[in-house]
Structure formats: structure tokens, C-alpha cells
């Protein structure tokens, strides 16, 4: 699966912004998706992730914030943030593979990155 991520930028805390990740056809019946950020020096983590049948799981830092969402219609999957905090400057990562999340799956569990798009929460 090849993954191509956009919308990022940067926004005042307490704005939003909607990051959009475009895939190619996934061919799998079952197919784990989500979203990851990394800040310089630190360990990328996960952020949310989405099942074929639209279950999501979000990190707690983020949960009531950020929604994830996949139109596999029009092969996009989204993470809509609301209420950004100010923190270190991210590059936000969509990720993708067959089979299951089951929950809020590590990198390691998957296959296929994008290249990423940064994000930044200042005033």
C-alpha cells in the first residue's frame, strides 16, 4: 500500500486542523490504519487507529480531540484535530496494514508509511 499524507501546517492553540492521508487500493478484506507523530529527539508515537469496520482507538492525550476517520470510497483516511495544544513541532505519519488493529496497535505493527506532513501548534 503506498500512502501520500497532507494538510499540515501550522495553527494557534486551540485551533484544528485536518490531516489527510491518501492511499492506494487495499486489496484485503481486513486492513489495521492509522496515525503516528514525531517530535525531534523523541520516539514516534501512535496517535489513533481505525479498523475496516470504522472501530477507533485513540491515544489518551488526544481522545475527545482528534477523530480518525476512513472514506475507503474514496481511499482517504483522515485525522481531524480540534483544540491543538502548544507543544514541539510533529511530523505526523499515516500507517496501514492487513488484518486487524485490535486496539492501538505499535509501529512494529505495520507495513506500510507515508512520508509524512509536519505540524505545528504555536502562538
Known amino acids: 500500500v503506498q500512502l501520500r499524507e497532507s494538510g499540515g501546517g501550522s495553527v494557534q492553540p486551540g485551533g484544528s486542523l485536518r490531516l489527510e492521508c491518501t492511499y492506494s487500493?487495499?486489496?484485503?478484506?481486513?486492513?489495521?490504519m492509522g496515525w503516528f507523530r514525531q517530535s525531534p529527539g523523541k520516539a514516534r508515537e501512535t496517535v489513533a487507529s481505525?479498523?475496516?469496520?470504522?472501530?477507533?482507538t485513540y491515544r489518551g492525550a488526544v481522545r475527545g480531540r482528534f477523530t480518525i476517520s476512513n472514506d475507503d470510497a474514496r481511499n482517504i483516511l483522515y485525522l481531524e484535530m480540534n483544540n491543538l495544544f502548544p507543544e514541539a513541532p510533529a511530523t505526523y505519519y499515516c500507517?496501514?496494514?492487513?488484518?486487524?488493529?485490535?486496539?492501538?496497535?505499535?509501529?512494529?505493527?505495520?507495513?506500510?508509511w507515508g512520508q509524512g506532513t509536519q505540524v505545528t501548534v504555536s502562538s
Open positions: 500507517a496501514a496494514d492487513y488484518g486487524y488493529c485490535l486496539g492501538l496497535p505499535m509501529e512494529s505493527r505495520y507495513d506500510s
Open positions: 487500493q487495499i486489496t484485503y478484506n481486513n486492513a489495521c
Open positions: 481505525i479498523e475496516s469496520d470504522g472501530t477507533d
